[in-house]
């Protein structure tokens, strides 16, 4: 009891972390929460919608991801920025990101092009294929909205004010359960849209947030301390540093989503039910992985914090913490898994119409509990990492992950069900494989320590 006491109150302790981290884990279970909700109404409305929105929402991700995991990166410059007491730097620093995401935007929109083609050739069942092009064409035109509101929340997260991230995101979830049911179902005299009107009350979801949070910033205390608006000049240093360290977090970020659709697709070819099963399974275990990348995203300021602060000690303290913390959580959700799977099951079919989804419903209990095998290193690979991308060592991060998720993830899987008709459970447990190794590489390459002498904001000027 001593040693827990000593460490809730020692600066990087429990106290601290919980502090900041609560309202990110919140903020980013209402992130997952939208998904939950959205799958759960999905399912009502159809399971050929259902199976079609994990491929068709995963690779739309791929492509926000690249520019969602860049924007996400100016958490790491404003936490840095903030320990080192250069507050005339935060403002700028998140500028480049509204810039970042004008560029999301264009992008976007010439992507939503490429629907049709994509999923032609992906290959599907001509009625699940028709749901997939309507889902990834209207998604893509939140791509811009996305890159403003992440940045923007950038903010508040890195300078540890994470209680107004949890607010706004709290008030966009809300938004979008609504815009659902009622875009979906055609509810409260809006049009009935199905699919595609989930796609549009995620939209509306991004640029309500984006909105919200941007007029925050703007606010007079911020312009005075922070210059957020005297700071919107585009700086090209500034913005190459971004991307410098940045651009490989957000390369990481996308290809690792395109390594996850891939796996999806992979499943896909094996059958509908499977694709199906493993669409329910993900967006469950999404309920406590994404809570669990908003503890990522306060270990992430901690380090950066204190870096920006020189006190590499105490930043490998927060994050021992912050391992502990998410080690005890993943567990409770792994026995949750195997013990009362239903408890996550019974929402998709309480109302569904569908007579495959018996089937669907027998798979997915036992995919929870190959979920349930993986979920605890699960702690051990955020935690790390974010460790890592807090003190800017972007780019082993992310050839690691590029590597191993490819080559133990996908490729095995694509010639094990095209050369040997390996099943959905062996497909499974190639990733199994790969979210063990990857959480292991990360802990020794975090206790060789070479992160502690590592910055992303230049030095200040000698005057």
């Excluded at 925050?216 to 700086?235: E, V």
């Excluded at 697709?265 to 967006?283: H, P, Y």
Aim: hydrophobic share 55%.
């Amino acid at each position: 009891m001593d040693a827990l006491r000593r460490r809730w109150h020692a600066p990087g302790g429990y106290q601290e972390f919980l502090h900041l981290a609560f309202p990110l884990i919140l903020s980013s279970a209402t992130w997952s929460l939208q998904h939950f909700v959205d799958r759960v109404f999905l399912t009502w409305y159809s399971t050929d919608a259902l199976a079609a929105a994990y491929p068709a929402g995963m690779s739309n991700f791929v492509f926000v991801s690249l520019f969602m995991g860049v924007a996400q990166y100016i958490n790491t410059f404003v936490a840095q920025y903030s320990g080192a007491r250069r507050p005339e730097r935060v403002g700028p620093a998140v500028w480049q990101g509204v810039y970042l995401s004008l560029i999301g935007l264009v992008a976007g929109l010439a992507v939503a092009g490429l629907a049709q083609p994509l999923f032609d050739f992906i290959g599907h069942d001509s009625t699940v294929r028709a749901y997939e092009i309507t889902y990834f064409r209207v998604l893509c035109y939140g791509v811009g909205p996305i890159a403003l509101s992440t940045a923007c929340s950038c903010f508040f997260s890195g300078r540890g004010k994470t209680w107004t991230v949890l607010g706004v995101n709290a008030a966009a979830t809300v938004l979008n359960i609504v815009l659902n049911y009622g875009l979906i179902f055609g509810a409260w005299g809006l049009p009935a849209w199905g699919i595609r009107g989930a796609a549009w009350a995620t939209n509306l979801t991004a640029v309500f947030s984006a909105v919200f949070f941007f007029a925050l910033i703007l606010r007079r205390p911020y312009r005075q301390q922070y210059a957020t608006l005297s700071g919107w000049k585009l700086d090209p240093a500034l913005f190459r540093r971004l991307l410098r360290f940045g651009g490989p977090s957000g390369v990481n970020f996308m290809l690792d989503m395109l390594a996850f659709t891939f796996f999806i697709l992979i499943v896909g070819r094996i059958g509908i039910l499977e694709l199906a099963a493993t669409s329910l399974a993900f967006n469950i275990n999404g309920l406590a992985f994404i809570p669990l990348i908003g503890g990522g995203i306060a270990v992430s300021t901690m380090v950066g914090q204190r870096l920006g602060d020189n006190d590499p000690a105490t930043a490998e303290y927060a994050t021992w913490t912050s391992f502990y913390v998410a080690t005890v959580y993943m567990t409770v959700m792994a026995l949750a898994y195997l013990l009362i799977p239903e408890l996550f099951l019974s929402p998709y079919g309480a109302r569904s119409q569908s007579a495959d989804f018996p089937a669907v419903h027998a798979l997915a209990i036992n995919l929870l509990r190959l979920v349930a095998v993986y979920c605890i290193f699960d702690a051990s690979y955020i935690v790390f990492s974010a460790a890592l991308k807090g003190a800017g060592d972007t780019r082993y991060v992310m050839w690691v992950s590029v590597v191993l998720s490819w080559f133990v993830m996908v490729l095995p899987p694509i010639v094990g069900v095209a050369y040997f008709g390996i099943g959905v459970y062996g497909v499974w447990a190639f990733m199994c494989v790969y979210t063990i190794l990857v959480s292991v590489i990360f802990y020794f390459r975090f206790r060789a320590g070479k992160w502690k002498n590592m910055r992303v904001i230049e030095e200040p000027a000698v005057l």
